[in-house]
């Protein structure tokens, strides 16, 4: 058999063993003799290609080096691509992103795109569609944001009606937490319920009444010593409202209560 420059040839079932280094930059090649047979190389030192290298099996006792510098845009592209999956038993250190093509909803901890036995430490903030708590999934959470929130007292607002106010809220799933405070410069000559304007429309389901925390010149009817905030289901406003200390009554506070420098202030709750 006569053997091409830089060739290495193994016949059937035979091994190879150089205790060197190897590169392809001549064109140095293993190949099996004719008759087929499998090829076992063995190689104490670097291997270095400039070319496609194929292996049925690979193991490396040392490191596996990439120079490519290419990034990853699909499961066919990068410096490393596989067709099989890849089992690593200790850290992985990633310097880009981490992407999954996977579409799978996670319902209990072994299912989902990503799936981990143990904790997950993120050092940065997290954006997702819900998070699922043992089959109850938040999908919504707003931090604190500023809210302005209006006050009126019946259908018809009077353009005399001239207030500050201030506040925020936050949401949690399908609950808002709202804190305001509203100070009156003039009640204006509009007459009726009064009301507080909702950041958000509330749900059909029922709804909790809150004490509010602190109001000033605010006049109660007779045997009414609280006022309370009661967000209106299925809708978007709250109604302020006197409770009764001797019974669960709850009367509404009209603009007859108020007067041109009344404040209130509180915080409470709705669901959405």
């Not at 400039?50 to 510098?69: E, V």
């Not at 018809?156 to 799933?173: C, E, K, R």
């Not at 000033?216 to 809708?235: E, K, R």
């Amino acid at each position: 058999m006569s053997l091409l420059a830089n060739e290495l040839v193994a016949t059937n079932g035979s091994s190879v063993l150089t205790s060197c280094g190897i590169s392809n930059a001549n064109g140095c090649n293993f190949t099996v003799a004719s008759g087929g047979g499998t090829l076992n190389a063995t190689m104490t030192q670097d291997l270095t290609t400039s070319g496609n290298p194929q292996f049925t099996n690979l193991t490396a006792t040392g490191q596996l080096n990439a120079s490519a510098t290419t990034n990853s845009t699909s499961i066919s592209t990068g410096a490393i691509v596989t067709a099989g999956g890849m089992g690593i038993a200790k850290n992985a250190t990633v310097g880009g992103q981490i992407k999954s093509t996977n579409t799978t909803n996670s319902t209990s901890t072994t299912t989902g795109a990503i799936v981990t036995a143990g904790g997950l430490g993120v050092g940065g903030q997290i954006s997702c569609q819900g998070i699922n708590f043992g089959g109850n999934t938040l999908g919504t959470y707003a931090g604190a944001t500023n809210w302005s929130p209006t006050i009126s007292f019946g259908s018809f607002i009077s353009p005399s009606l001239t207030y500050t106010s201030s506040g925020t809220y936050s949401v949690l799933g399908s609950m808002v937490f709202c804190s305001f405070i509203i100070t009156l410069s003039n009640k204006g000559a509009s007459s009726g319920n009064a009301l507080i304007g909702l950041p958000f429309r509330a749900s059909s389901a029922f709804q909790p009444i809150h004490g509010l925390g602190l109001w000033s010149s605010v006049t109660f009817n007779s045997g009414y010593t609280q006022a309370v905030i009661s967000p209106n289901a299925n809708g978007s406003t709250a109604n302020l409202n006197q409770s009764c200390s001797s019974s669960s009554a709850y009367l509404n506070l009209t603009d007859t209560n108020f007067s041109n420098t009344s404040i209130i202030q509180g915080g409470f709750y709705f669901y959405i």
